[in-house]
């Protein structure tokens, strides 16, 4: 990564996506934008009250600013805007044009509001980069310096194998098993339209061999049943650094945003998440 964007708010909630940050700079220097956006002012706000808030941050992003480039950070800069969190963030994607964006859950509305709402739908619409996220159940999780085993849950489409090209970097990068996953849901279809794990397994290979030709290390799992369900216990039962997925384009970020394997999974994940937008 050549260009990281990391939104912060000051709390330690947005602060958790640090440690993920510097475990990515420690292999690969990069330049990181430091980005928070301050609340446009009340009608009923104390004079001053918006002038101390900008100092705190700016206080706070150079101590960040200390930290990263300490970390191996090429360079640091910071910004401090005020307006709408999305727009603001999506102008930062727009003037720095940077390979990652990197951000924890929100400091004030927890990640389901966050990731439900408007902002996130917005931010994932337009976004050039993916998005590496963690959730609140992440904060309290040791950060080893390599990711070590990435899991990527993959449908029979095109679309979600977009972001293979991704996890192989990262993959390469930190020297990273892939763990591939097909899950056959259970819902309700007629018995000739349930594919058998012979099925399921041959669905994977041509990814399989791909990634073998990158010279990584890969693995295949198949299951039946729910599939948020069997994402989440797979990744604690393999110990997983990450897990990464694709949306669907324009209407993919609500579809991963709305949907119910999504939301379990950002629900009930204590691992980081890579979300990469396939184009349309």
Same mark, same amino acid.
């Given at each position: 990564?050549?260009?990281?964007?990391?939104?912060? $708010?000051?709390?330690?909630?947005?602060?958790?996506?640090?440690?993920?940050?510097?475990?990515?700079?420690?292999?690969?220097?990069?330049?990181?934008?430091?980005?928070?956006?301050?609340?446009?002012?009340?009608?009923?706000?104390?004079?001053?009250?918006?002038?101390?808030?900008?100092?705190?941050?700016?206080?706070?992003?150079?101590?960040?600013?200390? +930290?990263?480039?300490?970390?191996?950070?090429?360079?640091?800069?910071?910004?401090?805007?005020?307006?709408?969190?999305?727009?603001?963030?999506?102008?930062?994607?727009? $003037?720095?044009?940077? $390979?990652?964006?990197?951000?924890?859950?929100?400091?004030? &509305? @927890?990640?389901?509001?966050?990731?439900?709402?408007?902002?996130?739908? +917005? #931010?994932?619409?337009?976004?050039?980069?993916?998005?590496?996220?963690?959730?609140?159940?992440?904060?309290?999780?040791?950060?080893?310096?390599?990711?070590?085993?990435?899991?990527?849950?993959?449908?029979?489409?095109?679309?979600?194998?977009?972001?293979?090209?991704?996890?192989?970097?990262?993959?390469?990068?930190?020297?990273?098993?892939?763990?591939?996953?097909?899950?056959?849901?259970?819902?309700?279809?007629?018995?000739?339209?349930?594919? &058998?794990?012979?099925?399921?397994?041959?669905?994977?290979?041509?990814?399989?061999?791909?990634?073998?030709?990158? @010279?990584?290390?890969? +693995?295949?799992?198949?299951?039946?049943?729910?599939?948020?369900?069997? #994402?989440l216990d797979l990744a604690d039962r393999e110990d997983v650094d990450l897990i990464a997925m694709a949306t669907h384009g324009r209407t993919g970020a609500a579809r991963l945003l709305e949907g119910s394997v999504s939301e379990k999974v950002l629900r009930a994940c204590r691992r980081p998440l890579l979300i990469f937008r396939a184009p349309r």
């Open positions: 990564m050549n260009k990281i964007l990391v939104p912060l $708010d000051g709390s330690p909630l947005a602060d958790g996506i640090l440690p993920h940050v510097e475990r990515l700079l420690a292999l690969e220097p990069a330049e990181v934008t430091l980005l928070t956006v301050l609340p446009p002012p009340e009608p009923e706000e104390v004079p001053g009250q918006a002038a101390a808030q900008r100092k705190l941050s700016e206080a706070h992003l150079e101590g960040v600013r200390l +930290r990263l480039e300490q970390k191996g950070a090429k360079k640091v800069q910071t910004v401090v805007r005020q307006g709408d969190p999305a727009a603001e963030i999506v102008f930062a994607q727009e $003037d720095g044009a940077p $390979d990652l964006v990197a951000m924890s859950s929100h400091g004030r &509305t @927890g990640v389901l509001r966050w990731l439900r709402g408007s902002v996130a739908e +917005r #931010v994932l619409r337009t976004a050039r980069a993916p998005l590496l996220l963690l959730t609140a159940r992440g904060l309290d999780e040791k950060v080893e310096p390599r990711f070590r085993r990435i899991l990527v849950p993959l449908e029979d489409d095109a679309t979600s194998a977009a972001v293979l090209p991704l996890v192989t970097r990262f993959a390469r990068l930190h020297g990273a098993e892939v763990l591939l996953l097909r899950v056959e849901g259970a819902m309700l279809v007629p018995r000739a339209l349930v594919l &058998t794990p012979e099925e399921l397994g041959a669905s994977l290979r041509p990814h399989v061999e791909a990634l073998e030709k990158e @010279g990584l290390s890969v +693995r295949t799992q198949i299951a039946h049943g729910d599939p948020a369900s069997e #994402v």
